[in-house]
């Protein structure tokens, strides 16, 4: 199991940009790749983006794309998520999660371990 803590989230005007941050301790080579998911009040857990640690293959929703960016740091067990041209609509709750699963998967299920969220707050 890999313990996740994320970092970064805050409050931000539309328009602005925030880098959020996932710590993997204890990742062993079976940890295939990594997730950002969000809640939103009210709404149920959605898919951000994905990154692949070895190959570093990257996957976005339809929401984020263009706007949003996934990358990782091997050498320190991270995983950044970029976010840039924030709209109100991306307030949520960010959280980072960790995958076994051989594909990457955009779905909540495929994920086993997860962090404690960030607050993002975009305000119009």
């Known amino acids: 199991q890999v313990q996740l803590v994320e970092s970064g989230g805050g409050l931000v005007q539309a328009g602005g940009s925030l880098r959020l941050s996932c710590a993997a301790s204890?990742?062993?080579?079976?940890?295939?790749?990594m997730g950002w998911f969000r809640q939103a009040p009210g709404k149920e857990r959605e898919f951000v983006a994905a990154?692949?640690?070895?190959?570093?293959?990257?996957y976005y929703a339809d929401s984020v794309k263009g706007r949003f960016t996934i990358s990782r740091d091997n050498a320190k067990n991270t995983v950044y998520l970029q976010m840039n041209s924030l709209k109100s609509d991306d307030t949520a709750v960010y959280y980072c999660?960790?995958?076994?699963?051989?594909?990457?998967?955009?779905?909540?299920?495929?994920?086993?371990?997860w962090g404690q969220g960030t607050q993002v707050t975009v305000s119009s």
């Open positions: 999660a960790a995958t076994y699963l051989p594909v990457v998967v955009t779905t909540t299920r495929g994920y086993k371990d």
């Open positions: 204890g990742r062993t080579s079976s940890n295939y790749a």
């Open positions: 990154i692949r640690w070895s190959s570093g293959s990257t």
